[in-house]
């Protein structure tokens, strides 16, 4: 039995202590993914507070989801978000691949449009310039992560009709098979709620947190190549990014 840290008298809520002794007994290995917590009144018992108290820290760690509820069955550690790190130019593909993940991509269309005035402007093309978009859904473990939209030149957009975009990631494709070697990548991060669209897609409720990202990938020699949206499930996935202070 993991040997939790004694709830004090403090400026703390009780429910708070017990949170963040769990949280920490979790992040530290001693509960590892879908080990099954002690139930409530063995955990009011440890931590010498309410049921009540208890509960309301177990829902506070669910609405985080750090873990979840089986009814008649208990409380079980959540496995972690996956996550791909901003350190380096790559593919979802080909970071989750590496990790170990099984990927799929559903490709929900392909096709060649006039480019919506924001995407003219970060490809440099003219406004009202045909463009190829496709639009597929990440697969993660078979479950949906991400909603990608992404616009290409029409040349390179057709030739890609002849790929497999479901299992292959475009950035690969473009080195490996095209000979077109990438630079860097700008990327804007912001959130939003899920509307219907993204709902349907992603497999979540509507109004649900997404991680929107804007990345516009850049030839070698700089020249725009590849503009995306990409959509991210709020509870399934994040990003991470190692900074240094520098003089």
């Known amino acids: 039995m993991k040997n939790f840290r004694t709830v004090e008298l403090s400026p703390i809520p009780l429910y708070t202590q017990v949170k963040e ?9 001693s509960y590892p993914a879908h080990a099954k917590l002690p139930a409530e009144s063995e955990l009011s018992t ?31 550690v959540a496995k972690p978000k996956a996550f791909q790190q901003l350190t380096q130019l790559e593919g979802f593909g080909e970071a989750m691949s590496r990790m170990g993940y099984e990927i799929y991509n559903q ?5 060649i449009i006039a480019a919506p005035p924001h995407v003219a402007q970060q490809l440099k093309l003219p406004a009202g310039a045909d463009v190829a978009e496709i639009k597929r859904v990440r697969h993660l473990n078979r479950e949906p992560v991400s909603l990608e939209v992404t616009y290409l ?17 475009i950035f690969l494709i473009l080195e490996n098979d095209y000979g077109i070697t990438l630079g860097h990548a700008d990327l804007q991060v912001d959130a939003m709620l899920a509307d219907d669209t993204l709902a349907h897609a992603l497999r979540v409720e509507q109004g649900s947190a997404v991680l929107r990202i804007e990345r516009l990938t850049h030839r070698a020699d700089g020249a725009p190549l590849d503009f995306e949206y990409l959509y991210f499930r709020g509870d399934a996935f994040q990003y991470r990014l190692q900074i240094a202070r520098r003089p």
């Open 107 to 111: 490709v929900i269309s392909h096709k």
């Open 153 to 169: 030149a029409t040349d390179i957009g057709e030739r890609l009709l002849r790929e497999d975009l479901a299992s292959r990631d």
């Open 21 to 29: 002794n769990l949280r920490d007994s979790i992040l530290d290995g």
């Open 46 to 76: 440890i931590f010498g507070v309410s049921r009540i108290t208890v509960r309301q820290a177990l829902n506070d760690l669910q609405k985080e989801g750090v873990i979840f509820k089986i009814p008649g069955k208990g409380t079980f």
